[in-house]
C-alpha cells in the first residue's frame, strides 16, 4: 500500500521478538492477535481478545512514560494496522491517539548508551514514523468536524498524541506527565526550584510570574507544522478547546524567577526540570 521498502515487517519467528521486549516481556502475542483479527471498536465486547491485545499492545510500549525497544519493532506494524482501517475513524482515532505516547516517550533521558540497535530496525522505525507523521495530517484534517465532537479530556489526549508524532516529543512527554495543568520549574541561573506551580491551583500572584505567550492561532496556514506552539494551539483551538490554549500560551510563557530575577520560557526552565531530575 504505498509503503517505503525501508519500513520492515519483522517475521514472527524472528529471535528478535525476544530481544527487543516491552514493559512486560515479548509483545508479538498481541501483535498477531491485532494482525489476524480485524475488528471495529464500535461493534466489539470490550473484553474481546482483540481489544485485550490492543491495550495490552500500548501498556507494554509506554508503560510509565518509559520507553522500551519493542516500540521499535512494534511500530511497522502499528502502521499496517493503521493502514488497513483507513476507512474507519474510530479505528484510525484510537490508534493515532495511543501510538503518540509510545513515540513521547522516545527522548534521550529514556534511553542508555548501552543501548545497541541495528542500522536497518533504525531505518524501519524512522520511516514507519515518516508515514505515520503523513497519515496522522491526513486523518487531522479530513475529521476535524468529527473530532470537534470528542469530549475534552480526548481531544486533548488526541493532541499530545499528535504533538509527539508531528511535533515536540519531550513536550509532549512532560504534558503527559504534568497533565497539562503543573509548571514544574528550576531555574538554571540560580537553581531555584517550584514544583507546586500550577494553572488550576496556584494562586494568582504565583501564576503573575508568568507572562502568558500571546495566541496566533489566526496565523497558521494549516500546512507548516514548524512553530509547535502555532500549530498546536491552533488545532487545539479548531477543535474548540479553548482551555488548553490558555494553558499551552502560559507553557510558551516567559517565567521571571523570583530569586534572582532572570527571564525565560516557561518551557525551558520545565525541561530543565526533567532534564536534572
Not at 528550576?186 to 502568558?212: R, V
Amino acid at each position: 500500500k504505498g509503503r517505503n521498502k525501508l519500513m520492515n515487517l519483522i517475521d514472527f519467528h524472528s529471535h528478535l521478538w525476544e530481544t527487543y521486549r516491552g514493559a512486560y516481556g515479548n509483545v508479538k502475542d498481541d501483535i498477531v492477535i491485532l494482525t489476524n483479527e480485524k475488528q471495529l471498536f464500535y461493534k466489539k465486547n470490550e473484553c474481546s481478545e482483540y481489544h485485550i491485545a490492543f491495550d495490552n499492545l500500548f501498556e507494554n510500549l509506554s508503560h510509565q512514560m518509559s520507553f522500551y525497544n519493542a516500540t521499535y519493532i512494534a511500530l511497522p506494524y502499528i502502521i499496517k494496522l493503521l493502514e488497513e482501517y483507513q476507512n474507519h475513524f474510530w479505528e484510525q482515532y484510537y490508534i493515532i491517539s495511543r501510538v503518540g505516547f509510545c513515540i513521547a516517550t522516545d527522548i534521550p533521558e529514556n534511553h542508555t548508551t548501552s543501548d545497541t540497535i541495528e542500522q536497518s530496525i533504525l531505518d524501519s522505525y524512522t520511516e514507519s514514523i515518516a508515514i505515520l507523521q503523513q497519515k496522522t495530517k491526513e486523518f487531522l484534517f479530513k475529521n476535524i468536524n468529527i473530532l470537534k465532537q470528542l469530549a475534552t479530556d480526548e481531544i486533548s489526549e488526541f493532541c499530545t498524541s499528535i504533538l509527539a508524532i508531528l511535533g515536540d516529543r519531550y513536550l509532549a512527554y512532560i504534558l503527559t506527565l504534568s497533565s497539562w495543568d503543573t509548571f514544574c520549574i528550576l531555574c538554571n541561573n540560580c537553581e531555584y526550584c517550584n514544583e507546586d506551580l500550577s494553572y488550576s491551583f496556584s494562586n494568582k500572584s504565583e501564576l503573575n510570574q508568568i507572562t502568558p505567550a500571546e495566541p496566533k492561532t489566526e496565523q497558521w496556514d494549516k500546512a507548516s507544522f514548524d512553530d509547535t506552539f502555532l500549530w498546536l494551539s491552533s488545532v487545539l483551538s479548531m477543535l474548540g478547546d479553548e482551555n488548553a490554549v490558555k494553558t499551552l500560551c502560559y507553557y510558551y510563557g516567559t517565567y521571571t524567577c523570583p530569586r534572582c530575577g532572570k527571564q525565560k520560557k516557561v518551557i525551558d526552565l520545565i525541561k530543565n526540570y526533567y532534564e536534572n531530575a
